[in-house]
């Protein structure tokens, strides 16, 4: 651990060195605990769905001071969430009906580059049709955005709304609305983290059932099947 702490920077991670650390990382983790692997190997049960960045900085388990076998992770260019992404689709109905964690953590972060870019008028290439869903809640938001004068401040205020409105995305699946009429106890939350400080910021936006979702959103019984 005091080994990762001291790399201030990437520069010297190499191909060879990816591979020496695994090994590193396995004499150490079995001279802590010998039986390590032997549990891990024998099956996952996590608690927690995470929807995060792919950014390098915010790694779900290291934020969060937990261990691999805890958090089953999905993550996109600025955590995305829409429902024509059956990649996000997949992890969603595997997590919830067959892993059935309990809580699921869409968590952006403040000076995310994908917002950032959904924000500017530039092309990026391919990646701006994925960031056009950011911009979509721009326009949903823009009230609210325009009057934001700091720059920083804006943009921040936009990841919190890009992590809000892929809560209530969530909400709005088959897979989601399904396990809480069926009676799980399911909990979808918003988190932004921050890279200057280290802290989790929790939104305040957390979903346990479709009570307070509009009528249009919510999936009659009988159409509940997909
Ligand atoms: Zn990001």
């Known amino acids: 651990m005091c080994a990762k702490l001291e790399k201030t920077d990437s520069q010297h991670i190499t191909y060879e060195s990816l591979l020496q650390g695994n090994k590193d990382w396995v004499a150490a983790t079995l001279q802590e605990d010998p039986s390590f692997f032997d549990r891990l190997s024998a099956g996952q049960k ?85 960031l056009r869903n950011i911009k979509d809640t721009y326009r949903l938001h823009y009230h609210e955005l325009d009057i934001i004068s700091d720059p920083k401040k804006r943009t921040e205020r936009l990841v919190e709304l890009n992590v809000i409105e892929g809560v209530f995305n969530l909400t709005k699946t088959s897979i989601v609305q399904n396990r809480w009429s069926n009676g799980k106890t399911l909990s979808l939350h918003g988190w932004a983290y921050s890279l200057e400080t280290g802290f989790i910021t929790d939104l ?16 009659a019984e009988s159409a509940k099947k997909a």
Not at 88 to 116: F, K, P, R, T, W
Not at 204 to 219: E, L, P, Q, Y
């Open 46 to 130: 996590p608690p927690v769905l995470w929807i995060g960045c792919s950014d390098s900085r915010v790694p779900a388990n290291q934020i969060t001071n937990t261990n691999p076998g805890d958090i089953f992770v999905h993550r996109n260019i600025a955590n995305v969430v829409v429902h024509t992404d059956m990649n996000m689709l997949s992890v969603l109905d595997y997590a919830v009906n067959v892993l059935e964690v309990e809580h699921v953590i869409v968590c952006g972060h403040y000076g995310c580059g994908g917002v950032q870019a959904a924000m500017s008028n530039k092309q990026f290439g391919i990646i701006d049709n994925w």
């Open 204 to 219: 305040g936006v957390t979903c346990n059932s479709n009570d307070h979702m509009a009528n249009v959103f919510r999936i």
